[in-house]
């Protein structure tokens, strides 16, 4: 088994281009996950799904488009890149959580995107 | 705004030390706090959680010990080792009947256990 797997694992774009990342999971997991992470600032929650077909915004979505059209897929969109996007980007997905309890995420190894 | 704040920043501690790790919250309501380890151009990968319920967990060298009054919790790595030097991040989550398995994560500690 892969795990997650996240494409490209490395980008430059220049500002205003648009890109999309890829991320794939092969664990039949239900939930997944797209983070950033800034230097002193851990790991921010930009969107998430709970399922095929469902997304929803995290604490830093502005910028950002997703889309689970299958449920191995989490598709992160970049529609007009700028500077301040330049961070790495991790994809998490997990079993579905419980009332009492959560579930490990398991993260691929980033991608680094670097806007000039 | 729903804040985990991690200190230190950055840790080094000699082979053998003990390497601690604190972490604070804000939410009363989060009751589920795991730690994750990062190597250089990996991604994160859990290491040991914790519930409210018990005030420590022990597994291996690794001990999460919980301060439910103080709203604070905190990584001990016992006898550390080289092998161990890594970015440490704490998170919190709420659990319940809307659980998304949404995590908060602190802002990361790196760690360098000298040899």
């Known amino acids: 088994n892969a795990g997650v797997t996240q494409t490209p694992k490395f980008r430059v774009l220049k500002t205003g281009q648009s890109m999309t990342l890829l991320c794939a999971q092969d664990?039949?997991?239900?939930?997944m996950y797209w983070y950033r992470q800034d230097p002193g600032m851990g790991l921010r929650l930009i969107h998430y799904?709970?399922?095929?077909?469902?997304?929803a915004k995290g604490e830093v979505p502005d910028g950002y488009n997703v889309s689970r059209l299958k449920k191995q897929n989490f598709l992160l969109g970049l529609e007009s890149a700028a500077p301040s996007q330049t961070s790495v980007y991790f994809c998490a997905s997990s079993y579905q959580t419980g009332v009492r309890s959560n579930q490990p995420q398991h993260f691929g190894d980033g991608t680094r995107l670097s806007i000039l | 705004q729903q804040q985990v704040k991690q200190s230190p920043q950055s840790l080094i501690v000699q082979k053998g030390g003990i390497s601690i790790i604190n972490c604070a919250y804000e939410n009363t309501a989060f009751d589920y706090f795991p730690w994750y380890q990062q190597f250089p151009g990996k991604g994160p990968a859990l290491l040991i959680a914790i519930r409210p319920d018990v005030s420590e967990k022990k597994e291996g060298r690794f001990t999460i010990s919980f301060n439910k009054s103080a709203k604070q919790f905190s990584l001990h790595i016992m006898d550390s080792q080289p092998g161990d030097s890594a970015t440490y991040f704490c998170a919190s989550a709420l659990v319940g009947s809307s659980n998304t398995g949404k995590l908060i994560f602190g802002q990361g500690t790196t760690l360098q256990v000298k040899p």
């Open positions: 799904s709970v399922g095929e077909g469902t997304t």
């Open positions: 664990m039949n997991h239900e939930y």
